[in-house]
């Protein structure tokens, strides 16, 4: 039964967005990924001890997911090493256990473009690669710009950035179940405006792999 209320809410949730509209899914990502996240957390007990929250997206035992993440980092780490010490990304873990892959837009997008340069794709087939074999995450793409250019227009460029990834991803053979798509802007600078170098930090790319845990399911959808 809580199947069939768990689907009905998710298309309820979903067809409140436009249907003609070619950036629903970067636009409404966050939304909709919350919404979804609250509803698994809704039906995590189907009332015989089974789980259906996790059906997509398989959830993890709380004792296991600190080294499920970290032999995950491990992975990428010794697989983006090039990129690392080339200053292209940077990969860390969060406190909340999430992986974080700090991308650089100089390497990934030419000036004003949302298409992926050429050169970057092989370091996306390896991050794709290993997020298959780590099927237990729910990852949040988030692009962010400088500030020069209106504010409206770096909005919807960092929301084509991570469309654009999140696509490339998909392509690869990530579920688009996991895959959710962020565009911030302008507003989470992490250097000054003011000068080249501090634009050059403020244009990035982030990717937060984010474990679904065992009864906490719902934050894995949270936006980071």
């Given at each position: 039964m809580k199947k069939i209320v768990l689907a009905s809410l998710i298309a309820a949730t979903l067809s409140g967005c436009a249907a003609n509209d070619p950036n629903q899914k970067t636009k409404t990502g966050a939304a909709v990924g919350a919404a979804a996240g609250a509803l698994l957390g809704y039906a995590v007990d189907d009332g015989t001890g089974g789980v259906l929250a996790g059906a997509a997206v398989g959830a993890l035992a709380g004792g296991g997911v600190g080294y499920y993440m970290d032999k995950q980092q491990k992975e990428m780490e010794a697989a983006l090493a090039d990129e690392q010490a080339r200053n292209e990304l940077k990969i860390q873990q969060l406190e909340n256990e999430t992986l974080k892959i700090d991308i650089s837009s100089?390497?990934?997008?030419?000036?004003?473009?949302?298409?992926?340069?050429?050169?970057?794709?092989?370091?996306?087939?390896?991050?794709?690669?290993?997020?298959?074999?780590?099927?237990?995450?729910?990852?949040?793409?988030?692009?962010?710009?400088?500030?020069?250019?209106?504010?409206?227009?770096?909005?919807?460029?960092?929301?084509?950035?991570?469309?654009?990834?999140?696509?490339?991803?998909?392509?690869?053979?990530?579920?688009?179940?996991?895959?959710?798509?962020?565009?911030?802007?302008?507003?989470?600078?992490?250097?000054?405006?003011?000068?080249?170098?501090g634009r050059q930090l403020n244009r990035r790319v982030e990717l937060f792999v984010k474990p679904v845990i065992e009864g906490q399911e719902s934050e894995a959808y949270q936006t980071p």
């Open positions: 100089e390497v990934s997008f030419d000036f004003d473009s949302a298409s992926l340069k050429s050169a970057f794709t092989p370091t996306l087939n390896k991050v794709a690669d290993i997020l298959q074999r780590y099927p237990n995450t729910i990852i949040h793409v988030v692009g962010h710009t400088d500030s020069v250019g209106s504010e409206s227009y770096n909005m919807k460029l960092s929301e084509r950035r991570a469309q654009s990834v999140v696509d490339y991803l998909s392509a690869e053979g990530v579920s688009s179940d996991r895959l959710f798509a962020i565009g911030k802007g302008e507003s989470e600078p992490r250097a000054t405006n003011d000068t080249e170098a």
